[in-house]
């Protein structure tokens, strides 16, 4: 998602057009309810703020969380915020949805203050040796993952090559069975074989038949010949 600020309104309204890339979820909107929230925003360099927070939203009589993290990039000219950690509090949330021009409208009260850490970052994150900033820390550096590091603001996640899946530790890999699974292609006269990383599809041989060296056909048994 995109945002671009357009300034306010006669009314003092903020006016933000939003940019989606990829599908929207289709939801009751009559029924959507906004609960208030809170969001951190931490001043990551000249110009540049990376915000986050977690939500919750109520469809009916489901309550729904959601997280939500965003970097925004203003005119470094225009100075930091007064402290490198800040806290907005939102609240009174309302929604309308107009059915004939299919635009929903969002009316929040918001305030801004500093942070819960005050002067210090959030982990994953570190002070500028002139403590304006607050530095994001790549932890991939450091790797810990067996194969795949991604680093992010504030935190970092493991990812497996393919036919391996993260452990519970969420940092090792481990072999994926895709015959365990059903996610192979063998067909219905072939059997699923594991191998680290991947898989393999042998054909199955009727009683009386053996499978070839190279498991690719079958060959007949001579009971005679091996006296059996």
């Known amino acids: 998602m995109t945002h671009v600020v357009r300034g306010l309104d006669r009314k003092g309204n903020l006016l933000v057009d939003i940019v989606i890339s990829g599908d929207v979820p289709d939801l009751p909107s009559s029924n959507l309810t906004l609960h208030p929230f809170t969001e951190d925003y931490i ?12 939500r919750t939203y ?36 309302e929604s309308q949805y107009d059915p004939d021009t299919l635009n929903m409208k969002f009316f929040i009260s918001a305030a801004i203050g500093i942070g819960p850490t005050s002067d210090d970052c959030f982990e994953g994150f570190k002070l500028s040796s002139n403590g304006v900033y607050c530095e994001d820390i790549n932890e991939c550096e450091n790797n810990s993952c067996s194969h795949i590091c991604n680093n992010f603001p504030g935190g970092f996640s493991c990812q497996c090559f393919n036919g391996f899946e993260l452990d519970v530790d969420e940092v090792s890999c481990i072999d994926l069975n ?8 063998c067909s219905t006269s072939e059997e699923c074989i594991n191998t680290l990383g991947s898989y393999k599809c042998i054909i199955i041989c009727k009683e009386g038949y053996r499978r070839s060296e190279n498991e690719q056909y079958c060959t007949d048994i001579n009971e005679c010949i091996e006296n059996s």
């Open 58 to 93: 109520k469809i009916g009589d489901y309550i729904l969380p959601y997280s939500w993290n965003h970097s925004i990039f203003y005119d470094d000219s225009l100075g930091e915020m007064p402290f490198v950690v800040e806290r907005l509090y939102a609240d009174n949330i």
């Open 43 to 54: 001043q990551t360099g000249p110009g540049s703020i990376y915000a986050l927070s977690t």
């Open 178 to 185: 895709e015959c365990d699974i059903n996610i192979d292609d």
